[in-house]
């Protein structure tokens, strides 16, 4: 008996993919397993850490959580597709600066969960973006340094999707 696949195209960081993919593969296991795109990372498998946060057609979302089948067409953006060329994203530059990681672990689903804040045009004060990055979890608490490069590159990374906008 041959295993069941279903035919998939995804467009990932620019580059357009076609795939076949077992139905229960989740979006995260398909970008880490089969598009070696590991920036991505497998926490909680639950929805609960936001380590698997990416931007599907510019919203973030825990790929953990939802099945690669169901976004046959979409857009996706991970870690690895936010800088341009050598030039860092203005999310990625202000992390740096502010030093806003320890282990590291959580700091691609935090990135690109402050990218799809930044689309959302919401976080206009610390408070709401607290509340806004919740679902990000750092087990390092690196919060203040987080929430400091969230804040000074939300301008920046609202005026870059603005000059990409069709």
């Known amino acids: 008996m041959s295993e069941t696949t279903c ?5 990932v960081n620019g580059q357009q ?7 229960w593969t989740t979006l995260l296991d398909l970008l880490r397993e089969r598009l070696d795109l590991t920036g991505t990372k497998k926490g909680c498998d639950h929805g609960q850490c936001g380590a698997c946060t990416v931007l599907l057609d510019g919203k973030r979302i825990n790929s953990c959580l939802t099945l690669a089948v169901m976004h046959d067409g979409a857009r996706l953006t991970t870690i690895e597709g936010l800088a341009e060329g ?4 203005p999310m990625q530059a202000a992390f740096v600066r502010h030093d806003a ?9 935090q990135i690109c969960s402050a990218v799809g804040l930044a689309g959302e045009n919401r976080g206009h004060d610390r ?5 806004l990055m919740s679902g990000n979890l750092c087990r390092c608490g690196a919060y203040p340094n987080i929430l400091a490069a969230v804040e000074e590159a939300l301008p920046a990374s609202r005026q870059r999707l603005q000059e990409k906008a069709p």
């Open 7 to 11: 035919t998939l195209s995804l467009h």
């Open 17 to 23: 993919h076609q795939l076949d993919v077992r139905p």
């Open 101 to 109: 990681f320890q282990c590291g672990y959580c700091t691609p689903g």
């Open 86 to 89: 050598d030039e860092l994203h």
């Open 127 to 131: 408070d709401e973006i607290r509340e």
